[in-house]
């Protein structure tokens, strides 16, 4: 076990925390996940041992857990909720289960001198199978059965929590058929007290091998005993292969269904067993009654009392440090998905337990959709185009050498020609001469956009020809010019 002293360290938006449990694999460290506006919740972080992580094979085995895991989702298996590669090691998110294994728990129930109820280790069992018929019916992104097989089961990998509910955990070992690395050829994997004969014997594995290493854990919680006491890995390997398979003691507590079930799950041939772990977990609930979340809650409260109080103790003072010291529960991450520093341009502002304040002092800063334009705005953008639309045709209109067109009220001379101003109907006109540039490049000249019509006519002629004023109309004085109708009133 680590030094539950160690000071936190962050890993992205996880914060990793004490020890709480050791395996052979790895270290589980109770751990918090933080996000936006000061959300944050307690979580299990399991930490590959430092000298595997440096194998690319335990490594590759390492990540297929998370990919295996992540694909089975039930409530008798411990979640996968992230993979963390940071530092040269490597670590995987689960989710937090206030519990212990059943290897503990069977210990401690002997260790002070009494043996659990046949009823409550059926009813730890029927979830532990259901649990791994949910693995097994797995499928990928695509549909496709994984294939899935755990071939690890054993009491150390059932966690059973306070709330009553038995989970499988660690999949570090499972083989599917779509897995990231292959297991290296003849290499057995595993705790071999709880190998089926084809897995010893590195053959194809199935289904029936979960069921067959889940029949040896339910025979060793009702008797007490190791089913395989080999000294040596050679002697363990000879009872599994070649002697006789003890049945369940003839104890009035069993009865004789339970001790069938038992027997014909450690069928050393396959197709002899349960053909899938749903069905020996049905018939299993059968023969013991159905038993309560509640039931099983309370026989883990009694018998694990003091290993559970003092680690909802230590998760109470990881709890409060994540609060009362934020900044040493390591950086919470920015709302945006970039490695951004903090500060630097375009950086989202820190959280809370960035800069020590209290969540429900921090504002999540969160871009603003942009706003619809008003109909002013619209309006004033076409007074614009049509200023720029009506200068650019007027420095066309200079360069090709022709001459601007005269309103009625302009002099009898070709080379004037009178414009009103875009902004109003009745301003007075200005009078530019055809023989200044400067003048004539300062005015605004409208430029048609539909074919001439008896009012427009004027504006479709040819640059080169003189335009001819058009004759008088009997609309009121208000009215604007019909050189600048085009612009304002098109029908």
């Known amino acids: 076990m680590e030094d539950t002293k160690a000071a936190p360290r962050a890993l992205g938006r996880y914060v990793l925390h004490e020890a709480i449990a050791t395996g052979g694999m790895a270290t589980v460290h109770v751990g918090r996940m933080t996000g936006a506006a000061g959300f944050s919740t307690t979580i299990a972080i399991k930490r590959l041992h430092p000298q595997l992580a440096g194998d690319p094979q335990f490594a590759a085995m390492f990540l297929d857990e998370a990919r295996v895991a992540s694909r089975v989702r039930h409530p008798n298996v411990v979640p996968t909720l992230d993979v963390v590669c940071e530092g040269g090691e490597l670590f995987l998110v689960l989710e937090y289960v206030h519990g212990e294994s059943l290897g503990s728990l069977l210990r401690l129930t002997r260790a002070h001198g009494g043996e659990p109820s046949p009823r409550i280790v059926c009813g730890v069992m029927v979830?532990?199978?259901?649990?791994?018929h949910a693995a097994h019916e797995a499928t990928s992104e695509r549909g496709e059965p994984l294939g899935i097989v755990h071939r690890d089961v054993?009491?150390?990998?059932?966690l059973v929590g306070a709330d009553g509910v038995p989970r499988v955990l660690d999949f570090g070992v499972a083989k599917a058929m779509g897995r990231l690395q292959t297991t290296r050829g003849g290499q057995l994997k595993g705790k071999l007290g709880y190998?089926?004969?084809?897995?010893?014997?590195?053959?194809r594995v199935g289904r029936t091998t979960d069921v067959f290493a889940a029949a040896i854990v339910l025979w060793e919680a009702l008797s007490g005993r190791s089913l395989f006491p080999g000294e040596t890995d050679a002697a363990v390997v000879h009872q599994v292969l070649h002697m006789p398979i003890e049945r369940l003691p003839n104890d009035?507590?069993?009865?004789?269904?339970?001790?069938?079930?038992?027997?014909?799950?450690?069928?050393?041939?396959?197709d002899r067993r349960y053909a899938s772990a749903l069905e020996m977990a049905d018939a299993l609930e059968r023969a013991s009654g159905p038993v309560?979340?509640?039931?099983?809650?309370?026989?883990?409260?009694?018998?694990?009392?003091?290993?559970?109080?003092?680690r909802a103790a230590l998760v109470a003072r990881v709890e409060a440090r994540s609060i009362d010291d934020p900044e040493g529960a390591g950086e919470a991450p920015s709302l945006s998905s970039s490695s951004t520093p903090t500060g630097a341009p375009g950086a989202t502002p820190p959280?809370?337990?960035?800069?020590?304040?209290?969540?429900?002092?921090?504002?999540?800063?969160?871009?603003?959709?942009?706003?619809q334009p008003t109909a002013r705005t619209w309006r004033a953008?076409?007074?614009v185009a049509i200023a720029l639309g009506a200068t650019a045709a007027g420095a066309i209109a200079l360069r090709s050498g022709a001459r601007p067109p005269a309103t009625p009220e302009a002099s009898a001379d070709p080379g004037s020609t009178t414009v009103a101003p875009t902004g109003s109907a009745e301003a007075s006109p200005a009078t530019v001469a055809a023989s200044d540039p400067a003048g004539a490049a300062s005015a605004e000249q409208p430029e048609p956009a539909e074919p001439a019509t008896s009012a427009t006519a004027p504006?479709?002629?040819?640059?080169h020809e003189p335009v001819r004023p058009p004759p008088a109309r009997s609309s009121p004085a208000t009215a604007p010019p019909p050189s600048v109708r085009p612009f304002y009133g098109r029908k």
């Open 292 to 310: 309560s979340p509640r039931e099983i809650g309370a026989w883990v409260e009694a018998t694990a009392r003091d290993v559970l109080a003092r």
């Open 195 to 203: 190998m089926a004969p084809e897995q010893v014997l590195s053959r």
């Open 127 to 132: 979830g532990v199978l259901r649990g791994l």
């Open 252 to 270: 009035p507590r069993f009865g004789h269904d339970l001790v069938a079930i038992v027997a014909r799950g450690l069928e050393r041939e396959p």
């Open 351 to 371: 959280l809370a337990s960035q800069i020590g304040e209290p969540a429900s002092q921090v504002s999540v800063s969160v871009a603003q959709a942009p706003t």
């Open 154 to 158: 054993s009491p150390q990998n059932i």
């Open 381 to 383: 953008a076409a007074v």
């Open 459 to 463: 504006l479709a002629r040819r640059a």
